[in-house]
Protein backbone atom coordinates (compact mmCIF):
# COMPACT_ATOMS: atom_id res chain seq x y z
CA UNK A 1 0.00 0.00 0.00
CA UNK A 2 1.33 3.28 -0.87
CA UNK A 3 1.26 6.43 1.35
CA UNK A 4 -0.74 9.11 -1.16
CA UNK A 5 -0.52 12.18 1.62
CA UNK A 6 1.51 15.05 -0.03
CA UNK A 7 3.83 17.45 1.45
CA UNK A 8 2.34 21.00 0.93
CA UNK A 9 4.47 23.19 -1.28
CA UNK A 10 6.89 25.51 0.40
CA UNK A 11 6.32 28.24 -1.33
CA UNK A 12 8.07 31.04 1.25
CA UNK A 13 11.20 32.56 0.17
CA UNK A 14 14.68 31.13 0.71
CA UNK A 15 16.65 31.77 3.54
CA UNK A 16 19.16 33.06 1.19
CA UNK A 17 16.59 35.26 -0.71
CA UNK A 18 15.65 36.70 1.76
CA UNK A 19 19.18 37.67 3.20
CA UNK A 20 19.85 39.01 -0.54
CA UNK A 21 16.79 41.27 -0.33
CA UNK A 22 17.36 42.50 3.04
CA UNK A 23 21.05 42.93 1.45
CA UNK A 24 20.16 45.02 -1.65
CA UNK A 25 17.91 47.55 0.90
CA UNK A 26 20.47 48.11 2.99
CA UNK A 27 22.66 49.32 -0.11
CA UNK A 28 23.77 52.68 0.40
CA UNK A 29 22.95 55.60 -2.81
CA UNK A 30 24.54 55.08 -5.84
CA UNK A 31 26.42 58.44 -7.13
CA UNK A 32 27.14 59.24 -10.73
CA UNK A 33 29.97 61.83 -11.01
CA UNK A 34 30.74 62.81 -14.36
CA UNK A 35 30.61 59.84 -16.50
CA UNK A 36 31.67 57.65 -13.12
CA UNK A 37 29.34 55.42 -11.17
CA UNK A 38 29.94 54.90 -7.71
CA UNK A 39 27.74 51.90 -6.02
CA UNK A 40 26.84 51.65 -2.19
CA UNK A 41 28.56 54.90 -1.05
CA UNK A 42 27.48 56.46 2.30
CA UNK A 43 27.02 59.55 0.72
CA UNK A 44 29.78 61.04 1.04
CA UNK A 45 32.72 62.03 -1.08
CA UNK A 46 35.93 63.00 -0.18
CA UNK A 47 38.54 65.29 -2.47
CA UNK A 48 42.40 65.72 -1.94
CA UNK A 49 41.75 64.10 1.44
CA UNK A 50 39.22 66.23 2.74
CA UNK A 51 35.18 65.80 3.26
CA UNK A 52 33.67 68.25 0.88
CA UNK A 53 30.57 67.11 -0.50
CA UNK A 54 27.37 64.88 1.38
CA UNK A 55 24.62 64.16 -0.16
CA UNK A 56 21.17 62.78 1.32
CA UNK A 57 17.58 61.82 0.12
CA UNK A 58 14.79 62.44 1.93
CA UNK A 59 12.22 60.45 -0.39
CA UNK A 60 8.69 61.11 1.73
CA UNK A 61 9.41 65.05 1.77
CA UNK A 62 10.68 64.84 -1.74
CA UNK A 63 14.04 65.86 -0.96
CA UNK A 64 17.86 65.98 -2.04
CA UNK A 65 19.66 67.48 0.42
CA UNK A 66 23.15 69.02 -0.28
CA UNK A 67 26.09 70.15 2.51
CA UNK A 68 29.35 71.32 0.59
CA UNK A 69 32.19 73.79 1.52
CA UNK A 70 33.41 75.95 -1.72
CA UNK A 71 36.65 77.35 -1.60
CA UNK A 72 38.37 79.80 -3.86
CA UNK A 73 41.49 79.09 -5.93
CA UNK A 74 43.73 79.90 -2.78
CA UNK A 75 41.98 77.40 -0.75
CA UNK A 76 40.28 79.65 1.51
CA UNK A 77 36.67 79.24 2.68
CA UNK A 78 34.26 81.36 0.88
CA UNK A 79 30.89 79.27 1.09
CA UNK A 80 29.40 76.67 3.46
CA UNK A 81 25.77 74.69 2.30
CA UNK A 82 24.49 73.01 5.03
CA UNK A 83 21.68 70.81 4.58
CA UNK A 84 20.53 73.28 1.59
CA UNK A 85 20.90 76.38 3.09
CA UNK A 86 23.83 78.62 2.85
CA UNK A 87 25.30 79.38 5.84
CA UNK A 88 27.99 80.82 4.89
CA UNK A 89 28.77 82.77 2.00
CA UNK A 90 30.97 85.80 1.62
CA UNK A 91 30.06 88.57 -0.57
CA UNK A 92 26.74 87.10 -1.36
CA UNK A 93 29.02 84.84 -4.48
CA UNK A 94 26.49 82.05 -4.33
CA UNK A 95 22.26 81.28 -4.73
CA UNK A 96 20.59 78.15 -4.35
CA UNK A 97 17.75 76.83 -6.30
CA UNK A 98 15.91 73.70 -4.78
CA UNK A 99 13.55 71.84 -6.66
CA UNK A 100 11.36 69.62 -4.14
CA UNK A 101 9.18 66.86 -6.29
CA UNK A 102 5.26 66.88 -5.51
CA UNK A 103 4.78 63.86 -7.73
CA UNK A 104 6.22 60.73 -8.44
CA UNK A 105 6.56 61.54 -11.76
CA UNK A 106 10.57 61.07 -12.91
CA UNK A 107 10.03 64.77 -14.55
CA UNK A 108 9.58 65.71 -10.93
CA UNK A 109 12.36 64.70 -9.75
CA UNK A 110 14.26 66.85 -6.59
CA UNK A 111 17.37 68.65 -7.28
CA UNK A 112 19.76 71.23 -6.55
CA UNK A 113 21.53 73.59 -8.15
CA UNK A 114 24.14 76.36 -6.41
CA UNK A 115 24.97 79.02 -8.36
CA UNK A 116 28.38 81.38 -8.54
CA UNK A 117 27.12 85.25 -9.16
CA UNK A 118 30.06 86.28 -9.87
CA UNK A 119 31.34 83.85 -12.78
CA UNK A 120 27.72 83.20 -14.02
CA UNK A 121 28.21 79.57 -14.20
CA UNK A 122 26.88 76.65 -11.77
CA UNK A 123 28.88 75.92 -9.28
CA UNK A 124 27.02 72.69 -8.56
CA UNK A 125 23.99 70.88 -9.29
CA UNK A 126 22.75 67.63 -8.55
CA UNK A 127 19.73 65.53 -8.68
CA UNK A 128 17.94 62.17 -8.10
CA UNK A 129 17.37 60.39 -11.06
CA UNK A 130 15.50 57.56 -9.32
CA UNK A 131 15.52 55.19 -6.28
CA UNK A 132 18.69 55.50 -4.50
CA UNK A 133 20.83 57.19 -7.25
CA UNK A 134 21.95 60.65 -7.56
CA UNK A 135 23.85 62.49 -10.08
CA UNK A 136 25.80 64.98 -9.99
CA UNK A 137 25.30 66.69 -13.02
CA UNK A 138 27.85 69.35 -13.38
CA UNK A 139 30.23 71.12 -10.90
CA UNK A 140 32.99 73.79 -11.41
CA UNK A 141 34.55 74.36 -7.99
CA UNK A 142 37.43 74.12 -5.73
CA UNK A 143 38.93 72.00 -3.40
CA UNK A 144 40.54 73.06 0.05
CA UNK A 145 43.86 72.80 -1.94
CA UNK A 146 42.78 75.00 -4.44
CA UNK A 147 42.76 72.75 -6.88
CA UNK A 148 39.93 73.10 -9.68
CA UNK A 149 37.08 70.44 -9.58
CA UNK A 150 35.53 70.21 -12.76
CA UNK A 151 32.40 67.77 -13.18
CA UNK A 152 30.70 67.47 -16.86
CA UNK A 153 28.08 64.89 -18.15
CA UNK A 154 31.45 63.02 -19.93
CA UNK A 155 34.28 63.60 -17.36
CA UNK A 156 35.44 64.62 -13.61
CA UNK A 157 38.55 66.41 -13.11
CA UNK A 158 40.38 67.17 -9.71
CA UNK A 159 43.49 70.26 -10.26
CA UNK A 160 45.32 69.07 -14.31
CA UNK A 161 46.25 65.49 -12.67
CA UNK A 162 43.44 63.34 -12.61
CA UNK A 163 40.01 63.08 -15.14
CA UNK A 164 38.17 60.06 -14.10
CA UNK A 165 35.81 59.14 -17.08
CA UNK A 166 33.74 55.69 -17.07
CA UNK A 167 34.95 54.30 -14.13
CA UNK A 168 32.52 52.25 -11.93
CA UNK A 169 33.48 51.49 -8.38
CA UNK A 170 32.31 49.67 -5.13
CA UNK A 171 32.44 51.71 -2.12
CA UNK A 172 31.06 49.19 0.32
CA UNK A 173 29.63 51.22 2.08
CA UNK A 174 32.02 54.09 2.28
CA UNK A 175 33.22 57.34 1.03
CA UNK A 176 33.79 58.02 -2.14
CA UNK A 177 37.52 59.18 -2.57
CA UNK A 178 38.25 61.91 -5.65
CA UNK A 179 41.76 63.15 -6.09
Known sequence: ???DTLEPLNTSPSFREESAAAATQKLGPELLIGSNI???TNGVVTIQGKEQLVLETRPEQGLLLVTIDLYDATGTQIAHVRRNTLVIN???QFTIDIHQATTNMPSDAPWVRLYNRQSGEIAFEAR?????RIQITSGRFYSHT?????ITPHYCRIGSGRTLFGDVVENRGRTVVLG
Not at 128 to 132: A, G
Not at 146 to 150: R, S
Open 90 to 92: QAG
Open 38 to 40: FRN
Open 1 to 3: MTD
Open 146 to 150: GALVD
Open 128 to 132: IVSDN
